[in-house]
């Protein structure tokens, strides 16, 4: 249903990040498995951090969906927020879904999904703040 | 001050990610600047992510620093809060640390700081909170 | 569509929230507008405190309103995040909706909106967590 | 040690909300008991909605008290993070205090602690962002 496109972060790639050109508002990433993925060598599941990397990736990408959003803005995450549900699933792919569902001058507030196959058995869940501004007068605060 | 300690988790070692063998309650890891863990490749600085899986490292080493806390039980992150203070420089080691403060019977309470030079001069800080469970009663919730 | 029912806390008396017996999973709250609940006087917006206690409240039913809760059960709030999206309208009455989207053995996840016309135009959103556990063995965490 | 001062919110004085002046950098608040701060009347332990609204007042007290913040500055709780650690006294009064410990040109990162004997044995902890702008910019983010 949507189809991969090129994935440009360095820590991206080095993660295996595909972003899907999903044609709704919603961003989509998917994570393949791979071992140097793995937290927990003995269980197999997934990093924690592969998980939240996945979901900061999605809720910019959804940012940059929203209408409201100039293309010449600055972005930044500002905080996020993680809620770990259940481990992922060993040798299963990670599906990664964002929105940003309310964009102000300055703010943009983002909420994303982690799973394996339904949105509503969610492996976990995010909520973040993005800093927006321009470029000539770059924000100080962000981690982008 | 404090010596390299092995690392175990794949994602870890993937992320280079370096354990120090710290004297005082706070656990104390650094990550060493790589190319593969950047986040944009214009400005050289490092993924949010990277910055997300380290202080979750970090905090969950914490947990098993803590004195209350018994070697015989699981613990899966519950949820992790970051706040993104501002970039991580270009080139620059980063310094991650945590401890926890509070532990009670079922949850341990940690916080967690990412720098370069000075813990007064964050990158980023963390807040979270980890499920603690019995091996023969294993949590549902968590990442881990 | 919804009708007022017995509110039981002091507090939730004292800021005057008003419980619906929602027909639906959501719980849902009203907060009549009163001077008292007033941050700033000289906007009349309402303090950030009565939205917080109102989400809180609406959280904690929503997790009651669940299948899978056991009414014996004792539930306590472990962490609540609110992101504030933009004042709320003074003499406006003030709808809070919570829902419970996963329950596990011991920890149940809510995410809850407060707004006054639109659950789509929020003042404030909320994701909380909630430890779950048995009478005969009270919890340590938790805020109630 | 502190001395009490004026507290100007209608919502903070229906609390009973007292500012103390602090002559650290750290905000500083008293909540005395009160039967309509109750959320539970079975055991009479303070609702959560009021140490959050106490912990939300303190953390903006502490804005106004670093050195960088500049008066004429429009401020607004741009998010808040409350992890609820153990259950309040009842009858105990409730101190809450609050540090900002990093001011940019946008955002004011906030700490703040809630305890009857002593902040390392806390009843909650919190940790929020603020928005900063400019009169004539007012923020459309923001709680008050």
């Known amino acids: 249903m949507t189809e991969p496109v090129q994935m440009q972060s360095p820590h991206g790639e080095a993660l295996g990040i595909v972003t899907h050109d999903n044609p709704t508002p919603r961003a989509r990433l998917t994570v393949p498995y791979a071992e140097h993925l793995v937290g927990d060598p003995d269980s197999g599941v997934l990093h924690g951090g592969v998980i939240t990397a996945a979901l900061d990736n999605a ?16 972005m930044a995450t500002l905080d996020l927020r993680i809620d770990y549900i259940k481990p992922a699933t060993p040798h299963a792919e990670l599906v990664v879904e964002a929105e940003c569902y309310k964009i102000t001058r300055n703010v943009a507030f983002v909420r ?28 100080e605060a962000g981690s982008r």
């Open 112 to 139: 994303g999904v982690a799973f394996h196959d339904s949105a509503d058995d969610p492996v976990a869940t995010s909520v973040g703040t993005f800093m927006l501004g321009t470029r000539s007068t770059p924000r």
């Open 59 to 74: 809720s910019g990408q959804a940012v940059r969906k929203h209408p409201s959003w100039d293309t010449e803005q600055m």
